[in-house]
């Protein structure tokens, strides 16, 4: 090659891809090896600083784990861990135990839908309602005016 690199060969020599041809230019040519060795040492004057930084980042920084976290996270009375591990086993419990009762509704629906005039008044039944039917349960917790004294009823 009698040119210099241009600036794609030169990207693919650095890249690590070029052909022999351009290995052997760069190796023979002063400009183009000159050129290589100006940017190997732009990078690694970068790659020093960037490492320098970091180390000194690191070295300013205090530790990720405090003596004071340990003595907090050591001192947590085992109660509080047996009252976590009952609250997580709680929500897991709850819904395997309350999905026996979904079956139940799925009998009665079959058997909605077997009786025209039983769909149409669970369909009234449904539009009726002035709460949604899982909320019904908790009308009952709510007093009502025949359920309020005059002398001593909810305030």
């Not at 891809?17 to 050129?35: L, M, Q």
Request: proline share 5%; aromatic share 6%.
């Amino acid at each position: 090659m009698s040119n210099h690199l241009s600036q794609d060969q030169f990207a693919i020599y650095i890249a690590g891809r070029a052909t022999d041809a351009e290995k052997r230019h760069v190796a023979e040519c002063a400009a183009c090896g000159a050129e290589f060795d100006r940017f190997r040492n732009a990078v690694s004057s970068f790659r020093s600083v960037i490492r320098d930084r970091v180390d000194a980042r690191i070295a300013s920084n205090t530790p990720a784990v405090t003596p004071s976290l340990m003595r907090r996270t050591a001192g947590i009375p085992k109660w509080r861990w047996a009252l976590a591990a009952a609250v997580a086993l709680a929500f897991i419990l709850i819904p395997l135990l309350t999905s026996g009762r979904k079956a139940q509704t799925v009998v009665k629906s079959v058997a909605i839908e077997a009786d025209p005039d039983a769909l149409m008044r669970a369909v009234n039944l449904h539009l009726s309602r002035t709460v949604p039917q899982p909320m019904e349960r908790m009308m009952a917790l709510i007093p009502n005016d025949e359920s309020i004294n005059e002398s001593g009823g909810v305030q």
